[in-house]
């Protein structure tokens, strides 16, 4: 007897289970693909929306730097200026002997004027 090949009407009903088990797998398979989709586009739009926010506050925090750099750079010649003249003043004010006029009740009970001395003298 000769071999004789299957038909293909044979052989497409012999993969018939196999075709709709890959079909019904493929189904699936999108029904997860077009849930996935949606979720990340939810996340998509979350992360959007964070972004715009990041970069509001990102141009809010530079514009306070900016601004607070300037009122440092704008204080800091006056500061300086301050601290040399106090130094000026209280070295010679040691050196002097200046009178202090100081209000106010003392240690001692009086309210006069008290030499500059070693206790006040120089910057604190």
Known sequence: MPFRYPTPQAELAALQPVLEAKSKATADLLVKVTADQEQAEKV??????????????????????????????????????AIAALKVRAAGACTAGV?????????????GPRQAGPKTCGLV
Do not use: F, I
């Open 44 to 81: 998509k739009k979350v992360v959007a929306a964070e972004e715009r926010d990041v970069k509001t506050m990102q141009v809010e925090t530079q514009a306070m730097a900016d601004s607070a750099k300037a009122d440092l750079e704008e204080a800091l010649p006056a500061l300086n200026a």
């Open 99 to 111: 009178w202090e006029g100081r209000g106010g009740a003392t240690a001692g009970g009086d309210k």
